[in-house]
């Protein structure tokens, strides 16, 4: 994978394809034994032993193709990674050309969206919005994904060359820095920790813990987080055994966010699902899509329009049925030629979400990946 014109005898011959960095382990590959552009064929491989590890990225619409591989060379680690002092060294600077939509425009999709919801149709739909970079110099894309680690309080950061789903993603990059764990397997042990009602931080200490009280006092933002929870339960439900699930949600925050979340534990049932077969199992959750499923899909895509791997999940699970899968938010697609990127943020609708809210809750989300390029 190309990743931008800094020709220099010091960039590490390791630059991963792959990279997930994580407290609780990380993984880093090059290379592309096999491509695997749909899940379940890569799911199945696993389960038969046909390859030892998979890594990438699944998509939002579950028919898009996925940026899943059997890679070649794997480095797996106990604790985060640590960027390499090059790429540290690469200042990425970028500005905002574009805003899809508009402010104004992603009020007046929250409105229309409302509407639907307290007519009945959706009990929870998740709306995003997008703003498009440019850069005068070439964009790195593991400079990126190094500050987005070094930015992150757990060093969390993912990197995935989305080259394996073909068509117009041949080139292009996925970066960012997600909070939200779709799903952990480590022997029978399965853990989901689901996000869901959001509140920006503060700089002022005392602002910052009074909008950390409301939001765990927020009704409207407990109504939302109660659908991911139930949600998540019941796809785990067949396939896990003494589920444990706490009664109410906790508060969990990153350096721009607060957030609700609720860590869910169970013992898996049958030794071959793997972590993958549960990521699929459990995508997408109303966290980054609404409820019921299929009823908020439709509405997301005739809203913005297909959102690609935005919104999907990035991760890996090797032959023992281990792995790790991240919800693929506070992220952005760097484009093949290096020139540009596209970075979404979302939010969660009920029925008596605030349009003003829902516009200023994108706009804090968004800056976590606008820090990382030095745009604003």
Known sequence: MSSGKHPDVRRPVTAPDFLLSRPTGSVRTQGVARAYPDPADAALALRAGECDLVVGAVGFEPDAPAALVEPEVIVRTD????????????????????????????????????RGIRAGGVGKVVLARAVRLVADEPIDPHAVCATLIDSSPAADGFLVDLSPAGGHYTGRVLVGSSPELLVRRRGDVVECHPLAG?????????????????????????????????????????LCEDLRIPEHPSLTSTREMWHLGTHIRGRISDPRTTALDLALAVHPTPAICGTPTDEARRLIAGIEGPRGFYAGAVGWADADGDGDWMVSIRCAEIDAERTGALAWAGGGLVADSDPDDEVAETAAKLRTVLKAFNAS
């Open 198 to 238: 959001s509140a920006p931080r503060d700089a002022d200490p005392a602002t910052d813990q009074a909008s950390a009280r409301a939001l765990r006092e927020s009704g409207k933002d407990a109504f939302e987080h109660a659908f991911v929870v139930d949600s998540i339960a019941a796809a785990l439900a067949p």
């Open 79 to 114: 604790g985060p990674l640590e960027p390499p002092a090059y790429f540290r060294g690469i200042r990425t600077s970028a500005r905002v050309a574009e805003e899809i939509p508009s402010p104004d425009e992603h009020r007046a999709r929250v409105t229309t969206a409302l």
